[in-house]
């Protein structure tokens, strides 16, 4: 129970950071722009990359990084990744830390997302994969 509470903590903890960074993009956006933002979903998935049976990892940071790569532009086109670390007591008072790929998707749908999450399940040997979607507004802005 332990390892779910940190896991859940360490979630809100990077739902709070988001949600911060969200509010200053929206508080300094110029108003004149506006008009050109495209209404959308934001998918982001956390991806743990510790055997869900050993809890050792799958592979180094960097092979990670290239096998998550590798299949999401396979699949999507593009993606962002971002690296972080998370960290838990199990239920046994063992402490526990893991690699984290964070990846963020856009102009997609939830099922291509799925899809790429049963994709990276298998891949990584994970239990399950943090999916958020968030109501986003998107703009390529090339200047004036």
């Not at 360490?10 to 495209?38: D, H, Q, Y």
């Not at 590798?70 to 593009?78: C, H």
């Not at 971002?82 to 964070?102: C, F, M, R, S």
């Not at 399940?121 to 200047?143: C, D, K, M, P």
């Amino acid at each position: 129970m332990s390892k779910k509470l940190g896991i859940i903590a360490l979630v809100l903890a990077l739902i709070a950071v988001g949600l911060s960074a969200a509010s200053l993009i929206i508080v300094n956006k110029p108003a004149e722009k506006a008009e050109t933002a495209v209404p959308e979903i934001q998918y982001v998935m956390y991806l743990g990359t510790n055997d869900k049976d050993t809890n050792e990892p799958v592979c180094t940071p960097e092979e990670a990084q290239e096998k998550a790569k590798a299949l999401l532009i396979s699949q999507f086109g593009g993606y962002t990744i971002q690296e972080a670390h998370g960290g838990w007591i199990g239920d046994n008072g063992t402490e526990y830390q893991e690699y984290t790929l964070v990846i963020y998707l856009s102009d997609t749908t939830a099922e291509a997302v799925h899809a790429a999450a049963d994709a990276l399940i298998e891949a990584f040997h994970q239990s399950s994969v943090l999916i958020q979607a968030n109501n986003t507004t998107t703009e390529f802005y090339s200047g004036k």
